[in-house]
C-alpha cells in the first residue's frame, strides 16, 4: 500500500452537494467539507472533549483493490486525541455503512492499512454526529462562539458554581453575581462548562466543567 499526500481542489460549487467551509476553533483554522455530514462531523469534532485536533483528507492511499486492480482510497480525516493516538475517520451516512458491498471494501481496505501502516481507520456516522439534539446544541454554540469571553466574570463564576452544576444553577448564580444570561450561554460556546450534547438543553441539565 503506498501513501501520497493529497492535493485538493477546491470548486466553487458542486450539483446536489452541500460544501463549504466549517470555521474550526480547535484547528484554529478553516475546514472545508465536501457534504452537509462532513459539516456537522466537524462540527460535532470540534466540540468533542477527548480531540485534540484533526485534519480534511489529510491523505490518500493507492493499494490493490478485491478486483486485483490498483485504486485510490481518500480518508475523510484524520484526528489526534488527548492522549497524542493518531486515528483516521471515514465520515459516512449509517445506511451506506450497512450497505454488503460497501462493508466488505471497507473491510479489506481497513485491514490492509492496519496490516501494512499499522493505522486504524474507523467509521464516524449520522448515527453518533446527529444523535438527539446534539446538532441543535451545536450549531447554536458556534454562532456563539464568535463573542469573546469575559475572563474575569468568567472565573468568578466557575469558581461560585464549582466542577459540576446546573444549567439552572448557573443561570441563578449568574443572576445574583449580577453577570448577564448571555455570559453563561457564552460559558457552554467557549467550553467552559460541557454538558451531553445530545439532550435537550434544561435547567436539569448537568454541566461539568471543561475547557
Known amino acids: 500500500m503506498n501513501q501520497i499526500k493529497k492535493t485538493r481542489y477546491l470548486p466553487n460549487y458542486r450539483n446536489g452537494r452541500g460544501i463549504g467551509f466549517f470555521q474550526s476553533v480547535k484547528n484554529g483554522s478553516r475546514v472545508w467539507c465536501d457534504s452537509h455530514l462532513e459539516l456537522m462531523s466537524y ?22 483493490g478485491l478486483n486485483g486492480k490498483d485504486t485510490g482510497y481518500t480518508v475523510d480525516t484524520e484526528v489526534i486525541d488527548n492522549e497524542k493516538s493518531i486515528k483516521k475517520l471515514e465520515i459516512k451516512p449509517k445506511v451506506f455503512v450497512d450497505d454488503p458491498a460497501e462493508q466488505q471494501r471497507f473491510r479489506h481496505f481497513r485491514e ?61 448564580t449568574a443572576k445574583k453575581l449580577n453577570i448577564t444570561p448571555r455570559m453563561t450561554k457564552l460559558m457552554l460556546a467557549h467550553q467552559k462548562y460541557r454538558f451531553d450534547y445530545a439532550e435537550l438543553l434544561t435547567s436539569e441539565t448537568k454541566l461539568e466543567i471543561g475547557a
Open 112 to 172: 490492509l492499512l492496519l496490516e501494512s501502516k499499522n493505522q486504524l481507520v474507523e467509521y464516524l456516522t449520522d448515527e453518533e454526529v446527529c444523535k438527539g439534539f446534539t446538532q441543535q446544541n451545536l450549531t447554536r454554540l458556534c454562532h456563539l462562539r464568535k463573542l469573546s469571553l469575559n475572563k474575569e466574570q468568567a472565573l468568578t463564576l466557575a469558581n461560585a458554581v464549582g466542577k459540576l452544576t446546573t444549567w439552572g444553577a448557573m443561570q441563578e
Open 43 to 64: 462540527r460535532y469534532l470540534d466540540f468533542k472533549a477527548d480531540i485534540v485536533s484533526y485534519k480534511a483528507q489529510p491523505v490518500q492511499y493507492i493499494y490493490e
